[in-house]
Nanobody, 125 residues
Framework: QVQLVESGGGSVQDGGDLRLSCAAS????????MGWFRQAPGKEREGVAA????????YVADSVKGRFTISLDNANHTLYLQMHSLKREDTAIYYC??????????????????WGQGTQVTVSS
């Protein structure tokens, strides 16, 4: 079992920055990849970014490319999502996820077995 706890959400003005963290505990050595998703009110869940736990390969969705960066501190079992130049449309609950099976590709944003409880990000003008 793996437990995921997100933090770092909050309210920020248009153009601002936030960094989300996801602390993983439990059987973290078995994880193959981790990622971030978000869900805005009335919208479907959207895959934002993903990373393999070994190496540095990442995927970032086109909707946030150039503004968001995903990274992983394996020593501290913590996943990050650095968000720059936030826009109102980035407002959503952001979820951390992790999987122990190799996905077809990071870009598929599939194969996640564990989920955090989410952290709210609100961007206002």
């Amino acid at each position: 079992q793996v437990q995921l706890v997100e933090s770092g959400g909050g309210s920020v003005q248009d153009g601002g920055d936030l960094r989300l963290s996801c602390a993983a505990s439990g059987s973290t050595s078995s994880l193959y990849h981790m990622g971030w998703f978000r869900q805005a009110p009335g919208k479907e869940r959207e895959g934002v970014a993903a990373i393999y736990t070994a190496g540095t390969t990442t995927y970032v969705a086109d909707s946030v490319k150039g503004r968001f960066t995903i990274s992983l501190d394996n020593a501290n079992h913590t996943l990050y999502l650095q968000m720059h130049s936030l826009k109102r449309e980035d407002t959503a609950i952001y979820y951390c996820a992790a999987g122990f099976r190799r996905p077809l590709s990071l870009a598929s944003m599939r194969g996640f077995d564990y989920w955090g409880q989410g952290t709210q990000v609100t961007v206002s003008s």
